[in-house]
């Protein structure tokens, strides 16, 4: 989607085996619109060539202070001035020690010291073994370069090259793209905790039939992942989805439509915003049966009654934090005809400042929508745009309804 349009990204590479997906992380900047100029460490250079980065990037990568190339013989500060983000990705244990003591011996840390602090942020993707990075000096350096202002963007789990099993892996280029994009989000939720349901649920009927519908949950994690980039604490719950869990974001999965209340409940004690996406079922089966419901001959379907499920929304919205105004809550609807007559309805209905309609057959499912905002004020509309894009301008409306928040302690 171009997120990264217009941004001048310097990728420094130092030594480690991750520097292969240093590689697919150089090309998925570029694809979301960045530029992207590659400093690389002479250890760096030991796992990957600078002609594989180049090719990549589409710009001859610097490894060396004394290229001749810069007119004024100074790499360190051009480089640095230029760029909106300095990301180190893999970044050693040595590298992190070294811009702890502030050296300056070689380029990548040299421009790292020289660049302007306020203006120019520096994310660091570590990678290393296990122990060194479980290390009380590892750990003691990364919270002083996090204390300098360096912004230290974790590590994944699992098999790492050495043989062993444990903390310390590179984050996926996937993820350090995901986190560089959420950085450079506007920060309208900042202090917030947000709370959001999304998905279907599954109404058991035996141990292996249910009632469901074809929610796929992807507004709702959309809406998810933008909260978060907007600087909120966010808690997703959600039904059953194939769905990845954006960076950063809680998530507590649930089947049915009272798992989702007693789920929501928990946090809605202290969430500042909840948006209510999912698409609960409105009956279950009222006698979910223990054992698998047998065909038994006769040639006669089984009756089921349903008994109704609780409106987990309406339930919320009528709680002391939402009443009283400390939990702002956000009802959607999915219609198929007379949007904003149904909206206006459900929102006095559900007792919501503000209901979001979209209609349902042209939004399940699907990667774009359509979305209709209906409030005290009056209406506006969202035109058609991706989840995704939506899913942002929804958070920052949601912003602007906010009663601001007490100054934090
Ligand atoms: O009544 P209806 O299902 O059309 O309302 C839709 C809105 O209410 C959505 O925000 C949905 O997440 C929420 N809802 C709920 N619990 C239910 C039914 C709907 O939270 N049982």
């Not at 004690?269 to 065909?295: G, L, Y």
């Not at 209406?379 to 939506?390: D, I, V, Y």
């Amino acid at each position: 989607m171009n997120e990264l349009a217009g941004k001048h990204i310097v990728l420094g590479l130092t030594g480690g085996v991750a520097c292969y997906k240093a590689a697919e992380l150089c090309r998925l900047l570029i694809k979301e619109g960045a530029t992207v100029q590659v400093v690389m460490t002479e250890a760096a250079e030991q796992f990957i060539t600078p002609v594989t980065l180049q090719a990549l990037s589409g710009r001859t990568v610097y490894g060396s202070q004394w290229d001749a190339r810069e007119p004024n013989n100074m790499p360190h500060i051009n480089l640095s001035r230029e760029a909106d983000a300095i990301v180190i990705a893999p970044c050693s244990a040595d590298f992190i020690a070294r811009l702890v003591q502030g050296r300056a011996d070689e380029l990548l840390s040299l421009l790292c010291l020289a660049r302007p602090i306020e203006r120019v942020p520096l994310l660091l993707a570590p990678a290393m073994n296990r122990e060194m990075w479980a290390h009380p000096a590892t750990q003691r350096n990364l919270a002083q370069v996090a204390q300098d202002g360096a912004v230290v963007l974790g590590v994944g789990s699992g098999d790492q090259a050495c043989g062993e099993t444990g903390d310390g892996r590179m984050l996926e280029a996937e993820e350090i793209t995901e986190e560089l994009i959420a950085f450079f989000a506007p920060k309208h939720l900042a202090g917030h905790k947000v709370l959001v349901t999304a998905g279907p649920t599954f109404e058991a009927m035996d141990p292996v039939r249910g009632i469901t519908n074809h929610s796929s949950g992807k507004m709702g994690f959309h809406i998810a992942r933008a909260a978060r980039e907007a600087g909120a604490e966010v808690t997703l719950v959600a039904g059953p989805v194939h769905l990845p869990t954006p960076r950063g974001v809680r998530r507590v999965d649930v089947q049915s439509a009272r798992q989702m209340l007693a789920a929501v409940e928990q946090q809605a004690a202290t969430a500042t915003v909840f948006v209510a996406t999912a698409a609960v079922a409105d009956w279950r089966p009222a006698q979910a049966s223990e054992q698998k419901i047998k065909k038994d001959g006769s040639g006669l379907a089984p009756t089921l009654a349903f008994t109704e499920n609780p409106d987990i929304l309406a339930s919320v919205a009528q709680s002391d934090r939402a009443r009283s105004g400390a939990l702002y809550c956000v009802g959607f609807a999915a219609e198929s005809h007379d949007l904003l007559a149904h909206a206006t309805a459900k929102r006095a209905r559900k007792g919501v400042p503000l209901l979001v309609g979209n209609i349902g057959p042209a939004a399940f499912g699907q990667d774009d929508n359509a979305l209709l905002l209906v409030d005290a004020g009056g209406h506006r509309e969202l035109p058609h745009a991706s989840k995704r894009l939506l899913a942002r301008q929804l958070v920052q409306e949601i912003a602007a309804r906010l009663p601001s928040l007490p100054p934090r302690a």
